[in-house]
């Protein structure tokens, strides 16, 4: 059943987080845009912000029977993700550390540019 509800997700770009851990997938209520979870064994789910509740093909019904804002809604909530943002947040550390490099490199450049041209002008 995993690879049902997690092709759902993608099928339709609705923003979802897999937690292996519980077997559940984190992904924004379709009626309140609060993290909800499905269990992708039962696929049911109940949000514990609007208690809404139903079964991945309440899911489908809703993507099918509402109109495309609604859908599109949903796809700009984004669903927090620890592993994402610490990768982020790495690759970030990375350029900002390669900038730092390619300054001092610049700058090291310059000097011996500025010390030949003064060089030349002798």
């Not at 059943?1 to 997690?6: A, G, P």
């Amino acid at each position: 059943m995993n690879n049902v509800v997690l092709s759902f997700f993608k099928e339709y770009n609705i923003p979802y987080k897999m937690n292996r851990s519980d077997n559940t997938v984190s992904y924004p209520c379709f009626y309140c845009h609060e993290e909800t979870a499905i269990s992708v064994i039962r696929t049911r789910w109940k949000c514990s912000n609007c208690n809404q509740w139903g079964t991945l093909v309440h899911l489908i019904e809703f993507i099918k029977d509402n109109d495309h804002s609604a859908v599109e809604a949903i796809k700009q909530v984004e669903i927090y993700d620890a592993k994402k943002e610490i990768e982020d947040i790495i690759k970030l550390l990375a350029k900002i550390r390669n900038k730092e490099v390619a300054l001092e490199l610049q700058e090291k450049l310059s000097k011996i540019l500025d010390k030949r041209q003064k060089k030349r002008d002798l």
